[in-house]
């Protein structure tokens, strides 16, 4: 088949070019190891884009051989993402950020998730159980420590854009996506002053494509706001208040808790009359905020 063999050869392209990562690893070679980044990441979209447009195509075609190719196309993305990752020291991370993320199944996005964060493969785990543990999350803390400020930029957005690439209808993997990032950007005190900015820009991009975390967030509030102080205020002026959600009788309860509940200088007193300010007051949520 074509599309097979197109992945065979994109996979010895790769291959080979990657192999420039582990040789030229002095700083002199920066800019050609950032040439050789993109080269690839022109690959491995072109290669995508050939594959949805088959996938597309033969959409009544044999099951199996679909679900064959697209494990083909997966272990090709990955093996071409650990590539790339094994040169953060030449900048090479930039290009993390803009694979076509959208075009993988959600194991492997939940593969690549684990990976990113820590390194290893963990071959036959579970991603959803594993990704929960605490000491985990303390782990990826520890590693961005360790990162320069723009490796981390890139990371983070590496890890937000997959999250945005999913469907709408997915729920799981933008959760834990986003719960990384905010824990990382927000509660961490050895990691917040690095990317609290940053963190909070990318909550807001992934909760525009996915707006019910939003709700996630406030219900998260409830625990955290007293860590967070009056940063909680600036989180959620972050997020997309006025665009797409619909907040729930369980999330006004706590927005009224908030007001009822605490002193009018408080931090919680002060999320739920900005929220209450942003919230889209229409008769539609497709109609504009103002024209309400």
């Known amino acids: 088949m074509r599309i097979l063999r197109l992945l065979a050869f994109a996979t010895r392209l790769v291959r080979l070019l990657g192999v420039a990562f582990d040789s030229l690893q002095q700083m002199r070679y920066k800019l050609f190891v950032q040439m050789i980044g993109r080269t690839i990441r022109q690959t491995v979209h072109f290669v995508?884009?050939?594959?949805?447009?088959?996938?597309?195509?033969?959409?009544?075609?044999?099951?199996?051989?679909l679900r064959r190719l697209a494990v083909e196309f997966?272990?090709?993305?990955?093996?071409?993402?650990?590539?790339?990752?094994?040169?953060?020291?030449?900048g090479a991370w930039q290009f993390l950020a803009d694979l076509p993320y959208g075009s993988i199944s959600e194991e492997m996005s939940w593969k690549i998730f684990w990976y990113l964060l820590h390194s290893s493969e963990?071959?036959?785990?579970?991603?959803?159980?594993?990704?929960?543990d605490e000491d985990r999350k303390t782990a990826f803390a520890n590693?961005?420590?360790?990162?320069?400020?723009?490796?981390?930029?890139?990371?983070l957005t590496t890890l937000a854009n997959m999250a945005t690439a999913r469907d709408g209808s997915e729920t799981d993997f933008p959760e834990a996506v986003a719960l990384q990032i905010y824990e990382v950007s927000q509660l961490v005190s050895s990691t917040r002053e690095m990317c609290g900015k940053t963190g909070r820009d990318l909550l807001g991009i992934i909760a525009g494509k996915h707006p019910r975390l939003i709700s996630m967030?406030?219900?998260?509030?409830?625990?955290?706001?007293?860590?967070?102080?009056?940063?909680?205020?600036y989180l959620f002026k972050a997020l997309p208040v006025s665009?797409?959600?619909?907040?729930?009788?369980?999330?006004?309860?706590?927005?009224?808790?908030?007001?009822?509940?605490h002193a009018p200088s408080s931090a919680p007193h002060s999320l739920a009359r900005s929220i209450l300010s942003d919230l889209n007051w229409s008769l539609s949520k497709d109609e504009d905020r103002k024209s309400g």
């Not at 590693?143 to 981390?152: F, I, K, P």
């Not at 967030?217 to 205020?233: E, H, I, N, W, Y």
């Open 48 to 65: 995508s884009d050939h594959w949805l447009c088959y996938k597309h195509g033969h959409v009544h075609d044999d099951a199996f051989s």
């Open 74 to 90: 997966d272990a090709f993305f990955f093996r071409t993402l650990m590539s790339i990752r094994s040169a953060h020291q030449l």
């Open 122 to 132: 963990g071959g036959g785990v579970d991603w959803r159980e594993r990704l929960r």
């Open 143 to 155: 590693c961005l420590t360790c990162l320069g400020q723009s490796e981390t930029v890139f990371l």
């Open 217 to 233: 967030f406030l219900s998260r509030m409830k625990t955290d706001v007293d860590r967070l102080g009056m940063a909680c205020v």
């Open 243 to 261: 665009r797409g959600w619909i907040p729930s009788p369980i999330d006004m309860n706590i927005i009224r808790e908030f007001l009822l509940s």
